[in-house]
């Protein structure tokens, strides 16, 4: 089977600079939350109804992470609320409505998430534990954050006056101004002891951006070698990343590279980063059957103008290029997103009726 897919540039918070710390999160309540569509089921086909796949939610969600400590999942319901599901039981475990939800940057370990509120004016990122149920906001200004490896520290941009990286030990809770480095916007990305990796967003043409590595050991900022890309999914597991680029005449690649950026080879179907996951030597994505013609990716995708129906691929990145399988192949639309690999299962959220659900893989 031939797949088609395009690009999703996967939308990143900004960087920012100034102060350090963490100051306690009290509320959810901030300027007017910029404008969240929120499809309902009846925009595509009826919600899943697929026997291979578990049900994981009881609620819609607008997204999700699971706690590899108890293999529980927790999410964000579409009111607003914080959720944790385990053994098929659903327990709401705050009142507190989350407004301006942009997304979640899971820890590591699973046990907890930084969630990211967009408004009009600015962009909070807040710090949930789920061991005690608790809130801590990092500071006013910050554009970009990541967990490192071993989930007890966290790195984050600011760009107040000269832009900055920070890192926040979460067991002394002590900060520590790492390097300036002023940028406008983006995503970070904390991939081994000492090495980061920053994105840049994409342009409103969705042009081509440099990625930039960072050693925090030396304080220093380089280039990643290699060619430009739209968005990148980078492994914890090893040294490779996803890279989707753009071309001419809406022309997109996936590839498979070295996180410095050195090419190994392209990847033989088209998906993006967010409808894939890493799991040691494999890649597992979430592949569309096509796409409507004239459309604009990311765009289009991420304001929910358009909807795929995907088919499950597994990739070796050991073996040699297009070596693949199809893993499964869904018996009622589905549109994965958010991808997971927990044990055994692909968890994911179904654009369609925006609830979790998981499939079990081998290997």
């Given at each position: 089977m031939k797949f088609l897919l395009k690009f999703l540039g996967v939308s990143a918070i900004v960087l920012g600079a100034a102060g350090a710390g963490y100051l306690a999160y009290s509320y959810f309540v901030s300027p007017e939350p910029a404008p969240v569509s929120s499809a309902p089921a009846s925009s595509g086909p009826s919600p899943t109804t697929d026997a291979s796949v578990k049900l994981e939610s009881q609620k819609s969600t607008l997204g999700f992470w699971v706690n590899t400590k108890d293999k529980s999942i927790y999410y964000i319901s579409d009111e607003g609320k914080i959720n944790k599901s385990f053994g098929g039981r659903n327990e709401e475990l705050s009142g507190q409505t989350i407004a301006g939800f942009n997304?979640?940057?899971?820890?590591?370990?699973?046990?907890?998430?930084?969630?990211?509120?967009?408004?009009?004016?600015?962009?909070?990122?807040?710090?949930?534990?789920?061991?005690?149920?608790?809130?801590?906001?990092?500071?006013?200004?910050?554009?970009?954050?990541?967990?490192?490896?071993?989930?007890?520290?966290?790195?984050?941009?600011?760009?107040?006056?000269?832009?900055?990286?920070?890192v926040l030990d979460l067991i002394t809770k002590k900060t520590a101004e790492?390097?300036?480095?002023?940028?406008?916007?983006?995503?970070?990305?904390?991939?081994?002891?000492?090495?980061?990796?920053?994105?840049?967003?994409?342009?409103?043409?969705?042009?081509?951006?440099?990625?930039?590595?960072?050693?925090?050991?030396?304080?220093?900022v380089l280039p990643a070698s290699g060619e430009t890309g739209l968005s990148y999914l980078?492994?914890?597991?090893?040294?490779?990343?996803?890279?989707?680029?753009?071309?001419?005449?809406?022309?997109?690649?996936?590839?498979?590279?070295?996180?410095?950026?050195?090419?190994?080879?392209?990847?033989?179907?088209?998906?993006?980063?967010?409808?894939?996951?890493?799991?040691?030597?494999?890649?597992?994505?979430?592949?569309?059957?096509?796409?409507?013609?004239?459309i604009t990716i990311p765009d289009d995708y991420l304001k929910e103008k358009i909807?795929?129906?995907?088919?499950?691929?597994?990739?070796?990145?050991?073996?040699?290029?297009?070596d693949y399988e199809i893993v499964y192949e869904p018996q009622s639309p589905i549109d994965a997103h958010n991808l997971v690999v927990s044990e055994n299962k692909i968890l994911f959220r179904n654009r369609y009726d925006g609830k979790i659900y998981s499939l079990k893989v081998k290997g």
């Open positions: 997304r979640i940057i899971p820890s590591p370990d699973g046990t907890k998430g930084i969630i990211v509120l967009s408004y009009t004016q600015d962009s909070i990122f807040s710090l949930y534990d789920t061991a005690n149920n608790t809130w801590e906001r990092l500071p006013k200004g910050t554009i970009a954050a990541d967990f490192d490896p071993s989930s007890t520290k966290i790195a984050y941009l600011k760009n107040s006056g000269l832009g900055a990286l920070f790492m390097m300036k480095f002023n940028v406008l916007d983006g995503d970070l990305s904390w991939v081994s002891k000492n090495a980061l990796y920053f994105t840049p967003k994409p342009g409103p043409l969705s042009n081509n951006q440099q990625v930039f590595y960072i050693d925090i050991a030396d304080k220093s980078f492994s914890r597991d090893n040294q490779l990343a996803l890279r989707l680029s753009g071309g001419i005449a809406g022309q997109y690649s996936l590839a498979l590279i070295h996180q410095f950026g050195g090419f190994i080879n392209n990847i033989p179907f088209l998906s993006w980063p967010d409808k894939c996951a890493f799991k040691k030597e494999f890649v597992y994505c979430a592949v569309p059957k096509s796409l409507p013609p004239r909807f795929t129906e995907d088919v499950f691929v597994k990739y070796n990145t050991d073996a040699a290029a297009g």
